[in-house]
């Protein structure tokens, strides 16, 4: 993950160099890299194993739209650490189905526990100066439930209004036990590579999350690739370096091959130069990302 294998000293000076800001992937110190703005690919859509089958935009004339509770202005804003709590489970983190749609808030919305339920904290258009899209998981009277950014397995539900729907053309599933990552477009596999992932007892974390954004890469040790960040964090903050804590899981690349197809990583996903140029190439913000342990067959690929 970012900051692997950089000694204390190091580690600070590029902590100093983003004030304020929390850290990009699993980095050391309590402040870092703060998410950097790139030109975002294409709006895209994206692939799965099975066709998905799309949710329905709006009740039906029987149906009506539980109304939103107003939210109080002293509930927190979703940022780049951890998320508040409450918020319910995803009911299908393993679920590889292509999400082809994202939510991309156009002012602070609310965000609730459920149509019609309780607010517990509010969505920016932007995390860290990056805008944010995550991606859409359900749809019910009316109201639209996104995975939440910040926190594992996580959903958040939203009245209508406040945000744009994205298209979503692509999909990244890994797989752990076979330390394969796999990108997906219009439901068909484009490329595989071999990657690296989480040494015991910090794991790369299971079920769906999303390409939240990309930073530069703050030491040489990266290879000079640009580094994206995911909607998820560590399962247990705990069982990561002190620095680490608070942190995001992200793919980004390394300054050797040696470590493909292990597990030696603090939860990040490691592949090649040639393949993480080419997926910041082509995959946007929002993007979907399933971590599951091994698919029922291997995916085959153009």
């Not at 110190?29 to 329905?56: E, I, M, S, Y």
């Not at 996580?154 to 890994?174: E, N």
């Amino acid at each position: 993950m970012l900051f692997d294998r950089i000694s204390p000293s190091r580690r600070y000076r590029w902590i100093a160099a983003a004030v304020g800001v929390p850290l990009l992937m699993l980095a050391a110190g309590a402040t870092g890299w703060a998410l950097t703005p790139r030109p975002a690919p294409a709006p895209p859509a994206r692939p799965a194993a099975q066709a998905p089958v799309p949710p329905t935009a709006t009740p039906t004339p029987a149906e009506s739209v539980p109304p939103a509770a107003p939210a109080p202005d002293h509930l927190p804003v979703v940022d780049y650490g951890p998320a508040p709590t409450g918020f319910p489970a995803d009911p299908e983190p393993l679920d590889t189905t292509p999400l082809t749609e994202g939510a991309h808030p156009t002012r602070r919305v609310a965000a609730y526990t459920a149509p019609g339920g309780r607010p517990l904290a509010f969505l920016d258009p932007t995390i860290s100066g990056v805008e944010v899209t995550m991606p859409i998981v359900d749809r019910r009277a009316g109201w639209t439930a996104v995975l939440l950014p910040s926190a594992n397995r996580t959903l958040a539900w939203l009245p209508p209004g406040g945000f744009a729907t994205v298209a979503l053309r692509d999909q990244i599933v890994v797989e752990r036990k076979p330390h394969r990552l796999t990108w997906y477009r219009a439901g068909r596999a484009v490329r595989s590579w071999e990657v690296s992932l989480g040494q015991r007892g910090q794991e790369t974390p299971l079920g769906r999350t999303f390409v939240l954004g990309r930073t530069p890469p703050p030491e040489a040790v990266y290879g000079g690739v640009d580094i994206f960040a995911l909607g998820s964090v560590p399962d247990d903050p705990e069982a990561v370096p002190p620095g680490l804590r608070g942190a995001h899981i992200g793919i980004h690349t390394w300054q050797d091959d040696d470590e493909l197809g292990q597990n030696t990583t603090n939860g990040c996903i490691r592949l090649t130069k040639s393949g993480q140029r080419e997926l910041l190439a082509e995959l946007r913000p929002g993007t979907s990302v399933v971590v599951v342990d091994e698919l029922p067959t291997p995916p085959p690929t153009a």
